[in-house]
């Protein structure tokens, strides 16, 4: 079984520690929106919980692992504890949430990438799922908090590209043949690390050709409108 | 069966009554939100049943009970057409409107607790999913409206823990086989009550701990920037 | 089989015409929002397929049509193509544009409601499954880039109301067992001209009557503030 690349408990670790940093940005955020402590909590585990859940939907896998598994329901509770303790501390190691983040990412989109095929979908449409995956629950969360999607944001740093080069090499890998738990760590390893280079080096993806023409539709607030 | 704590004809007229008093809360925002008829119709469907159709799609009772039953389709249009007509009145008895929502949340949190667990979750889940029951449709007209979800903001009266403490209730019957008619009401009755306790008594829930060291991220406009 | 009404070469290029229009009022959002190509991508994707997700997975319909057909999936992505290379001229086109908009609203919220049907839906939910496969993919499109749905606005033409006539006239067409090409076509092509005619004519449904009593709250920026 393709979802069996790892011992169980090893999967399973993996899984919580993506999960587990995916909630500290939900957290995170929370506090910055000056949400309650139930903000803060429905925002780390909709940040945690919400890609494998829209994935788990469209694949039919119900009820989705995040209702079935009390870790991946605790994990999110348990990050929000911290944050509402220690939250000036966690912003302050903001880099090490950022890394921990982009190992999610990676994690993330190569796990759903395997999952989305093991029910049965496409290679295209698996590797897609696994985007999904990667970057749906923050996408949920900016929508929850009456945010702009980052995910959609052109001066944010590339975040979707470094997930689809993860998905799109387990997808490969599955095609070939060739996916075993060495390679699926490589295929995750790889996101994580383009995901490391686009903060380090600001590497955004481009908007569309002659922004120029489309400038008196928003003038001079053109970016602070977004 | 558990669904069948009630005769049919009992169950379905509280689901109504609850149906009917969520729908006349989208009704009236979408009224504030200056929606035209339309306007007000969607969100009075999506508040009044998208609380039980997000807990129908993860539990897997597809089609869900919004999209079977003629009566729970038809009501939030019956609140339409009197906030329509009457919203200067109905907004005037805004406290009676708020006790019946009080009502609806304590009725929803037991009955989707119960339908989350016959459906095979587990009782941790199935509370979870009472609450989502509760307050999904809540946050669902919220981000439709274009506004920062009630249920997230620190400055609105606990809405999730009486829901929480219903649904809670409900599980533990359920795990000790003392589920009746009697200890359901008692449940609901229970979520109830705290509702209307936390609105007299402008009950809040706490924020992270040192606020201050963030303020200076939103500086002045810290509230209003929410 | 009511959903193979035309020959399966045909319905398949009616929906990928659909999917193309949507996709391209997706797409040209999200430039208008300032967003960078995968934005763009992200919300020529959710426009195009987002009502027919919806509404697959309300119906059980999984994995949706939108994660099976490469076709359905492509599409989206050649309209951001165009769009990013040719944006002002798409924009100078505007009216053209919205015609094909209203053409995807006719035949979405036909193909919608006779998919609902065939799944076993009652007449009344079939016909509201049409209308949300119409227009469901505006309201994700717009609730990800952050704009207040333009479905529920009150200073917009009327878009609703002829998909909510063309799915009517499908399902009571199924009703007395006189849907064929045909008439289904005609369905579609009364929601489209419908829609026309409401661009025209600047046809705006009512709000809720007494707006006066209510200015007191907003007042001034009324309207401005939606």
């Given at each position: 079984?393709?979802?069996?690349?790892?011992?169980?408990?090893?999967?399973?670790?993996?899984?919580?520690?993506?999960?587990?940093?995916?909630?500290?940005?939900?957290?995170?955020?929370?506090v910055?929106?000056?949400?309650?402590?139930?903000?803060?909590?429905?925002?780390?585990?909709?940040?945690?919980?919400?890609?494998?859940?829209?994935?788990?939907?469209?694949?039919?896998?119900?009820?989705?692992?995040?209702?079935?598994?009390?870790?991946?329901?605790?994990?999110?509770?348990?990050?929000?504890?911290?944050?509402?303790?220690?939250?000036?501390?966690?912003?302050?190691?903001?880099?090490?949430?950022?890394?921990?983040?982009?190992?999610?990412?990676?994690?993330?989109?190569?796990?759903?990438?395997v999952?989305?095929?093991?029910?049965?979908?496409?290679?295209?449409?698996?590797?897609?799922?696994?985007?999904?995956?990667?970057?749906?629950?923050?996408?949920?969360?900016?929508?929850?908090?009456?945010?702009?999607?980052?995910?959609?944001?052109?001066?944010?740093?590339?975040y979707?590209?470094?997930?689809?080069?993860?998905?799109?090499?387990?997808?490969?890998?599955?095609?070939?043949?060739?996916?075993?738990?060495?390679?699926?760590?490589?295929?995750?390893?790889?996101?994580?690390?383009?995901?490391?280079?686009?903060?380090?080096?600001?590497?955004?993806?481009?908007?569309?050709?002659?922004?120029?023409?489309?400038?008196t539709?928003?003038?001079?607030?053109?970016?602070?409108?977004?």
């Amino acid at each position: 079984m393709l979802t069996d690349l790892f011992t169980p408990s090893v999967q399973h670790s993996l899984d919580l520690a993506g999960i587990f940093v995916f909630a500290i940005s939900g957290a995170l955020l929370a506090v910055r929106k000056n949400f309650d402590v139930f903000g803060m909590a429905v925002l780390a585990e909709a940040t945690a919980l919400g890609g494998g859940l829209i994935r788990d939907l469209i694949i039919g896998a119900v009820p989705p692992a995040a209702f079935t598994d009390l870790g991946y329901f605790i994990t999110p509770l348990v990050a929000t504890v911290i944050v509402f303790f220690l939250h000036p501390e966690v912003e302050r190691i903001t880099k090490a949430v950022n890394a921990f983040d982009a190992a999610g990412l990676g994690l993330f989109c190569v796990a759903g990438t395997v999952k989305a095929h093991s029910h049965g979908l496409g290679l295209t449409f698996a590797a897609t799922l696994g985007l999904t995956t990667a970057v749906g629950g923050g996408v949920l969360r900016d929508v929850l908090a009456h945010e702009v999607p980052n995910l959609l944001r052109w001066d944010r740093d590339l975040y979707a590209v470094p997930a689809m080069v993860g998905s799109t090499m387990a997808a490969l890998l599955i095609h070939y043949d060739a996916l075993n738990v060495t390679t699926s760590m490589i295929s995750a390893a790889t996101a994580f690390v383009l995901r490391l280079l686009a903060m380090r080096y600001n590497w955004r993806a481009p908007r569309a050709w002659h922004r120029r023409s489309a400038a008196t539709e928003d003038p001079a607030t053109g970016s602070g409108a977004v």
